[in-house]
């Protein structure tokens, strides 16, 4: 069966300091893979889209990046982080045609 | 461009009585629809989903949906609430139309069941 895996479950993190948060899927291949935000336990922001090794789309300008080194691989990183990017970052995969997304547990992030 | 509302940010419903959590949506096409559940500090699980067919549909711990074209409705449904159902619901609408899978989630709806 496919798992996902995002790690760290937390992070607290200075102003001004690198991020860098990594998604990774088992047991498929050729995953679309996404990052998503959630702020105040509510609404998905959706980040960064991705539907194959090094292709990756941005749905918002921002302090973030992605990028995609391997099939089933998906990294989130900042050289700076801002006070406002502490939210709840969550990673999801999914096939294709009307398959539904699949997430993982997501990552806390807070800046100080 | 499609859309989401989630009119109502909590229900509240006593254990053994039916709940429904609302969704409506806009789309240019045929939708395809999805609920998905939250529980605290994790990830969205995927509860059911509507692409074409019958317009009731059932999915995992005993939910269902009803797909409404006319009232472009999609609620979730359950015909006896349980207390570990308490968790935050996002309703999710994706047009096929569109070249890729985004799906546009709404705000969420709290459901509270109380013991």
């Known amino acids: 069966s496919q798992t996902i895996h995002q790690w760290p479950a937390t992070l607290v993190q200075p102003v001004g300091s690198p991020l860098s948060l990594e998604c990774t899927v088992e047991g498929t291949s050729n995953p679309n893979l996404y990052w998503y935000r959630q702020a105040a336990g509510r609404g998905l922001q959706l980040l960064f889209y991705?539907?194959?090794?090094?292709?990756i789309s941005s749905e918002v300008p921002q302090n973030l990046s992605a990028s995609r080194p391997q099939d089933r691989q998906f990294i989130l990183s900042s050289k700076k982080l801002l006070l406002s990017d502490s939210g709840f970052y969550l990673c999801?995969?999914?096939?294709?045609?009307?398959?539904?997304?699949?997430f993982g547990d997501g990552t806390r992030l807070s800046i100080l | 461009a499609q859309s989401v509302a989630q009119p109502e940010d909590q229900v509240n419903v006593a254990e053994g009585n039916p709940l429904t959590v609302k969704c409506t949506y806009s789309v240019s096409g045929n939708p395809y629809l999805f609920w998905y559940v939250q529980y605290p500090n994790r990830g969205l699980q995927f509860l059911l989903k509507y692409i074409t067919g019958d317009n009731l549909v059932k999915g995992s711990y005993g939910f269902e949906a009803e797909f409404n074209k006319s009232q472009t409705s999609f609620h979730l449904k359950k015909p006896s609430a349980l207390v570990s159902d308490s968790a935050l619901y996002f309703c999710?609408?994706?047009?096929?139309?569109?070249?890729?899978?985004?799906?546009?989630f709404g705000t969420g709806t709290r459901l509270l069941v109380s013991p």
């Open positions: 991705s539907v194959g090794i090094g292709q």
């Open positions: 999710a609408v994706r047009d096929p139309n569109t070249g890729f899978q985004k799906l546009v």
């Open positions: 999801a995969w999914s096939q294709e045609g009307n398959q539904p997304q699949h």
